[in-house]
């Protein structure tokens, strides 16, 4: 038995890659910055964050209790909100979390404004950042912007491919390069196809999907 035949190295590749697809991130909540509302409504648009990020089930999302344990062990107040990248990632280290929400939350009359951005603990990147102003009432703003907002941030994931097509004889040897958010594999496949190759000049076709 040749373990390192092709056959088992493709195997091995596409169980890390289905591994690596499946496997999800951990992410970390952090309080709203808030001007204009109460610290108990900032609090709340917090936790609506927090929910919605849950109902998603692509993270795995740390809960308010767990956060404030783990952070009181170190000496930090979670009601005392980020302001800044750097703290954000102070606190997303001690939480050992993958990615941070780090937010703020403002009101003038009725029009709320809310910036919120995902960021990778690892490389200390935004993932994402986005900006809105909506003049709603806040039944709306919990049942329809905040929804609206998370499915956004998250949109930072993409999935994009580059296939190249390379013929070796008999064999047509399609390598694609798979890409998603950091992780990238390449997952070559063999396959032997006499009736295509017969008769055709040696070519090199490059596509790029996206």
Known sequence: MNLFSPIYAINFILIAFISNLFAQSSLAI???????????EARQISE????????????????RQTMETLLA??????????????????????????????????KIDKTYAIDAKIIDISSGSVLKDISTRHTVKPVALFKKIIPELVRELVSTTSTSSIQVYKKKGRAIIPVTIITLGSAA???PVYFLCKELTRNEPETRELKVQW
Not at 80 to 91: E, G, Q
């Open 73 to 106: 062990d170190q000496g930090f107040d979670l009601n005392d909100p980020c302001r800044n990248n750097y703290c954000a990632l102070t606190l997303g280290q001690l939480l050992s979390v993958d990615n941070v929400i780090l937010g703020n939350i403002g």
């Open 185 to 187: 594999l390449a997952v």
């Open 48 to 63: 609506k964050f927090r929910a919605e990020f849950t109902d998603l089930r692509k993270y795995n999302v740390l809960d």
């Open 30 to 40: 952090l309080p709203f910055n808030s001007s204009g509302i109460s610290t108990e």
